[in-house]
Structures are given as structure tokens and as C-alpha cells.
């Protein structure tokens, strides 16, 4: 029956998403319907874009920051000085600058990483107008600059990038607006609270008073997923019965997390003029996905004998049992989504490790919108330089040659993981201000500090729930270790692009290495695994698989 239900969902989920990408061939290539043109020139005009003026590598990348930047300060201020704004029936306080600093980063670079609780420490103006907004924006970013990436890798020789406020008005427009809208609607449908009414204050069974929080909630958890945001409106994410109320939400947010990514592989196939690209990218991703969820599903059902017979329920919902736990785990890390329908500090140690492996590989199973495509051809560069090397040929990648200056840009971006995770989880690991983050002992510990610093670099934003991310210490090194998982990538992949589209495509002979088929598919994931889950293998020997060790053996700690 489990087999069965996960068949279902990937089959809506490929049909859902091969439809989506023919719709954004249309929005890309501005072959809409004449009315939606109009109101997209209006808009561009009244912005100052033009869509006739394209942008090289360069223009591209600093209009990038320049745009993320400006939304950066926008969203602090209005955090910092939310108490004195409308909007605010509850009367929240603004927050703390290192709190509104990391929140504010957090939701720029599309990472949604919460060291607040939302009903709590959030008015509904910062929620509306502050991270909502950059739910939409942050997330059009990134796929703005993945078609930006495919433009450089497909296009004839000289042409440009495209035009960065284009592509993020048509991102944001004609994709991430209609899908947010409908999907609101069908989770207010379900029981999910849209209002601007304050807190409740209701009596209990027992005769106790209790305030129960709400808001407009629909509408920032339907973008939180379609843009692989993942931050909740409430401290306990997708698992708050306001959230996610029924199985059928459920299955809705999870099939949203996944939507956009996957699409952006067909996308991919049809820019390229060969459908073939596209299939051997989501294959590449797909045997990945498939396998890490194949380990949660075992693990997480079979659950932990020392505790007793059945499912491992530790942290889990009961309406949604392990399975569907074991699902979302998966589709969230592997997105660079973030959100949880049930603790991941409960689930057990093998489970974990395959989600830290999501996002240290570079978030690039199916990863966030936009991001995960780029991310993985940062490897399709890497494992076409391998290929390359191994037959004696000069490398090349949709008939252009892979050089020098290619494989350096794309070996600096990889080093941005292993530099945020290694680095700021080993400094994380010996100052003491850090460590009283830290709840378990032991293996678990190093765990948890391992996930932050993996979360934060991959821009996922999920957290084992033990671990206090609010403190001083976290709210501005994981801020700062979040720029550097998002723009370390972004800026050498738009260079990649732009060094392509300056190279001339040469026509397909016998002797090229074909990039579409098994042999390519399996190089590709080999190239991601080698170079990216082995990469962090000694540390995840200190956390997840000592921690196996030790349970297999009958310890604890």
C-alpha cells in the first residue's frame, strides 16, 4: 500500500510538473496571451525595465544583489520597528537587532531558517508585508537566475543573460502568483486560518483559559511552498494543525514543494531544444530522491526496537503517521523547502544523516526553485570535466566546449559548502557560546550542530527542534553563513553562463560524449555523491552514523 501511495504521488507530481513546464516556456519566451503582455509592459515601464535591454554575467549578478540587498533593509527595518506599526492586534514588540538581522537574511537568500516563534515575536504586517513578500521575491530570484544559467548554457553565441527584472516580474507574475492564489484557496478550504483578527482566547475542557493564535495564514504558507521557502507562519511549521489540518493539505503542500523544481527540469530540455537534457537531469535527481526516501521510509516505519514494536512516532503527527512523515523529511531537504510536518530531531540517526546529505551535496535533488537546476549543472560542468579527462577529449556540454575557466568558477562554488558546513560547524563545536545551543550530548550533539550549519549553508532552513538557534552567538554566524550559501553559488554559476553564450556551439558528431542517456545519468550522480556526500563523510561519522553505531549496539548517551 505504501508503494502504491508513493507511485501515486510521483505520477501527479511528473504530470503536474511536465504541464507546469510548458507553461513556462510561454512566460520565458513572452509567448502569452496579448492581454497578459500588456499588463506585464505596463508594469516594466512603470519600473523602468525593459525587456529588449539584455544584461551580460556581470549586469545580471549586481542586479541581483543590489535587488536582494535593498530587500534585506527594508525587511530588518520593518522587524526592528514592527511594535510601532500598524497591523498588530496582538501587540508584539519589534525584535532584537542580531534576531531581526538573521531573519531578515534568512528570508532574503530564500533560506526561511526561524529562530523565532511567528505567533509570537510577529505582527501581521511583518508577516504580510515582510516575509511574505519576500517568500515571493527571494524565490523569483532563483529562478530568474536558473533561466538566466539555461539562456547562457543553450543560446547562440553573443547573446545576453536576459534581463534580471524581466525575469523576476515573470517569475513572480505569471507562475508563482496564480499557483500561491489556488493553493491558498484550496488550504483555506481545508481549515487553514486566513484573517486579521487577533488572538483567540477560548476555555478549555478543564476550565483553564487559553489563547490560541492565528492570522492570515493561507496565504503565506501556500507561497512558503510553491517558492521552497518553508517558513511557517507558527513556531511549529507544517505540523501545526492551523498549518497542515488534514491529510489532503498534506498532500497538497507536499506535492507543492516539489512542483517548481521538478518542472524546471523539463523547462531545461525544452530551452535546450532537446528534451533528452531535461529527462537525464530530473532522472539524475529522481534516483537520488528516490533512494534517500527509501532509507527514511524503512527506518522510520520499521522504527526503534529498544523503545518497542511499530512505527517510530517520536515527533510525528498521528494524522499523518510515519510515512507521510517520512515523505515530507525527504521532499523538504532535498527541495531546500525547510518546512516539517514532524521533528527531525526525532527521527532516527540513518534518517538523519540522509537529510543532512540533501542539503550538503548543494541542495541540487530537485533542490529550491531555480536553485536546484543551477546547482546541478554546477556538476553537469564538473562530471563533463571528468568524462572529459577519462577519454581523452576535450569536454563539451551541449556543444560547447567546457574549459579552464569554466571548471574553476564551478570548483569555487562547490568549496562554498564545505566551507560553511566544516568550517562554521567545527568553530561552532569548540566556542562556548555555541555549544549551549546544543541539547543532547554525544553524538546527537555534533549532530545538531551539523544540520544547522548544513541547513543554513544549503539555504534549507529545517533544524533539529533541540537545538537554540536564538541565541546571539547562531542568529549572526548562520546569517552570515546563509549569504554565503546563496551568492558564493549564484554569482560563479552566472559567470559559468556567461562565458558559455560567448563560446560557439559545434555540431554533434560521433565522437561527443552524449548527455542524455544511462552512462551520463549514473556519471552525473556519481560526480554528486563522490564530490559531495563523501566530502562530509568523516564528519557525519562523528554524528549520525556514530549515533547508529551506538543504538545498533545497544548504548545511549
Known amino acids: 500500500m505504501d508503494l502504491l501511495s508513493y507511485l501515486l504521488y510521483f505520477a501527479a507530481l511528473v504530470g503536474l510538473a511536465w504541464l507546469l513546464a510548458l507553461w513556462m516556456v510561454r512566460v ?8 497578459l503582455l500588456r499588463i506585464e509592459g505596463a508594469l516594466c515601464r512603470l519600473s523602468g525595465a525593459a525587456p529588449d535591454r539584455g544584461m551580460g554575467w556581470g549586469g545580471y549578478a549586481l542586479a541581483v544583489l543590489v535587488f536582494n540587498a535593498t530587500g534585506f533593509v527594508v525587511l530588518y527595518v520593518l522587524l526592528r520597528a514592527q511594535g510601532a506599526l500598524p497591523l498588530n492586534p496582538d ?3 519589534g525584535m532584537a537587532p542580531d534576531l531581526a538581522f538573521n531573519t531578515a537574511v534568512s528570508f532574503v537568500t530564500n533560506t526561511n531558517w526561524q529562530a523565532y516563534s511567528g ?8 508577516q504580510m508585508a515582510g516575509l511574505t513578500v519576500q517568500n515571493f521575491v527571494s524565490a523569483g530570484t532563483g529562478m530568474a537566475v536558473a533561466v538566466a544559467v539555461i539562456r547562457g548554457f543553450v543560446s547562440a553565441k553573443g547573446a545576453t543573460l536576459g534581463n534580471f527584472w524581466v525575469d523576476l516580474t515573470r517569475s513572480v507574475l505569471w507562475i508563482l502568483l496564480p499557483l500561491s492564489v489556488v493553493l491558498a484557496l484550496f488550504l483555506g478550504w481545508q481549515g487553514v486560518p486566513q484573517t486579521l483578527q487577533g488572538a483567540v482566547v477560548a476555555t478549555g475542557v478543564e476550565g483553564q483559559e487559553q489563547v490560541i493564535a492565528r492570522g492570515p495564514a493561507a496565504a503565506q504558507i501556500a507561497i512558503k511552498q510553491l517558492g521552497t521557502n518553508g517558513g511557517g507562519f507558527f513556531g511549529v511549521n507544517s505540523a501545526h494543525p492551523f498549518e497542515n489540518p488534514t491529510i489532503a493539505s498534506n498532500m497538497a503542500q507536499s506535492l507543492s514543494i516539489l512542483l517548481i523544481p521538478v518542472a524546471f527540469c523539463f523547462l531545461f530540455g525544452r530551452m535546450a531544444g532537446d528534451r533528452r537534457q531535461g529527462w537525464a537531469i530530473f532522472a539524475a535527481m529522481a534516483v537520488m530522491f528516490v533512494a534517500g526516501l527509501a532509507v527514511i521510509h524503512v527506518y522510520e516505519v520499521a522504527g526503534n526496537p529498544a523503545l518497542g514494536l511499530g512505527a517510530n512516532m517520536e515527533g510525528k503527527e498521528q494524522r499523518f503517521g510515519a510515512m507521510l512523515s517520512a515523505l515530507w523529511a525527504a521532499s523538504t531537504t532535498a527541495a531546500s523547502n ?3 510536518n514532524a521533528m527531525h530531531d526525532s527521527f532516527m540517526p ?6 543532512m546529505v540533501n542539503m550538503q551535496i548543494g541542495e541540487v535533488i530537485f533542490g529550491g526553485v531555480g536553485a536546484g537546476l543551477y546547482g546541478m549543472l554546477l556538476y553537469v560542468v564538473l562530471a563533463v570535466f571528468l568524462a572529459g579527462l577519462m577519454v581523452g577529449r576535450t569536454p563539451e556540454y551541449l556543444g560547447r566546449k567546457i574549459e579552464g575557466r569554466e571548471v574553476t568558477l564551478a570548483v569555487l562554488a562547490f568549496l562554498s559548502m564545505p566551507l560553511g558546513i566544516l568550517v562554521g560547524g567545527a568553530v561552532a563545536a569548540t566556542v562556548p557560546q555555541a555549544l549551549a545551543a546544543v541539547q543532547d550530548p554525544g553524538p546527537h550533539g555534533m549532530s545538531e550542530i551539523l544540520y544547522a550549519y548544513s541547513s543554513a549553508t544549503g539555504n534549507n532552513g529545517s533544524a533539529f527542534g533541540g ?10 554566524t548562520l546569517g552570515i553563513i546563509m549569504l554565503l550559501g546563496r551568492y558564493a553559488i549564484i554569482i560563479p554559476m552566472l559567470a559559468i553562463a ?18 542524455h542517456g544511462p552512462l551520463f545519468v549514473t556519471l552525473l550522480i556519481l560526480t554528486v555523491l563522490i564530490l559531495g556526500a563523501l566530502t ?10 556514530a549515533e547508529e553505531t551506538a543504538r545498533v549496539a545497544g548504548q545511549s548517551f
Open 28 to 35: 520565458y519566451s513572452a509567448a502569452l496571451p496579448s492581454v
Open 91 to 93: 501587540g508584539i514588540g
Open 119 to 126: 505567533e509570537a515575536q510577529l505582527s501581521y504586517l511583518s
Open 338 to 340: 525547510g518546512s516539517v
Open 350 to 355: 540513518l534518517s538523519g544523516l540522509v537529510m
Open 467 to 476: 537545538y537554540g538557534a536564538a541565541l546571539p552567538w547562531h542568529t549572526t
Open 498 to 515: 556567461g562565458s558559455m553564450v560567448r563560446k560557439p556551439q559545434a555540431p554533434v558528431t560521433s565522437g561527443t560524449f552524449p548527455t
Open 536 to 545: 562530509f563523510f568523516p564528519v557525519l561519522a562523528l554524528g549520525p552514523i
